[in-house]
T-cell receptor, first 112, second 110 residues
Framework: GQSLEQPSEVTAVEGAIVQINCTYQ??????LSWYQQHDGGAPTFLSY????GLEETGRFSSFLSRSDSYGYLLLQELQMKDSASYFC?????????????FGQGTELSVKP | SQTIHQWPATLVQPVGSPLSLECTVE??????LYWYRQAAGRGLQLLFY??????ISSEVPQNLSASRPQDRQFILSSKKLLLSDSGFYLC?????????FGQGTRLTVV
């Protein structure tokens, strides 16, 4: 089967850097994605890693190590508006690559 | 541009009543379509996904079903709702690496 593990919650202060880890287990693997969800809203796409290494998009970066089945989301220069839940997701290579499963989410609280 | 419509936004239904949630996508062809359920403060549980018309994969045994009568239409149904069916239901579509979500339906079964 497939599973993803990520911490349930993280707290940090404004201006700091925070890293949210994700380990995954799948029978096939296409890539690791990250999504942000504010309370009561719809998840929105942040980043995608298909290959090992770091992808940078503004204040957010995402890293993948396929050999370790591990990735992380790095948020820099934290702002209050970054308080949200963050989900890692994997696309299973089986079933025509259609299956997209999410972790349980990490609730990030940014304090002043 | 692509858009996804999901309705209704909120729904209160009695136990034992039927359910039909509809999701439509505009501006794309042959997308992968998904139904997720999210309990309060929890993760996104994949319920169903579809890679094409009439092709439905079910992930969790339950009293829910899904159908894809048209390329860009995905319907979540139940014949008789249970209290445990309460939650936040999200429809999503994906073409490539990025998934786009509808605004969700908050279902309360009473």
């Amino acid at each position: 089967g497939q599973s993803l593990e990520q911490p349930s919650e993280v707290t940090a202060v404004e201006g700091a850097i925070v890293q949210i880890n994700c380990t995954y287990q799948t029978s096939g693997f296409y890539g690791l994605s990250w999504y942000q969800q504010h309370d009561g809203g719809a998840p929105t796409f942040l980043s995608y890693n298909a290959l090992d290494g770091l992808e940078e998009t503004g204040r957010f970066s995402s890293f993948l190590s396929r050999s370790d089945s591990y990735g992380y989301l790095l948020l820099q220069e934290l702002q209050m508006k970054d308080s949200a839940s963050y989900f890692c997701a994997v696309r299973d290579a089986n079933n025509q690559g259609g299956k997209l499963i999410f972790g349980q989410g990490t609730e990030l609280s940014v304090k002043p | 541009s692509q858009t996804i419509h999901q309705w209704p936004a909120t729904l209160v239904q009695p136990v034992g009543s039927p359910l039909s949630l509809e999701c439509t996508v505009e501006g794309t062809s042959n997308p992968n379509l998904y139904w997720y359920r999210q309990a309060a403060g929890r993760g996104l549980q994949l319920l169903f996904y579809s890679v094409g018309i009439g092709q439905i994969s079910s992930e969790v045994p339950q009293n829910l079903s899904a159908s894809r009568p048209q390329d860009r239409q995905f319907i979540l149904s139940s014949k008789k709702l249970l209290l445990s069916d309460s939650g936040f239901y999200l429809c999503a579509w994906k073409l490539g690496t990025e998934a786009f979500f509808g605004q969700g339906t908050r279902l309360t079964v009473v």
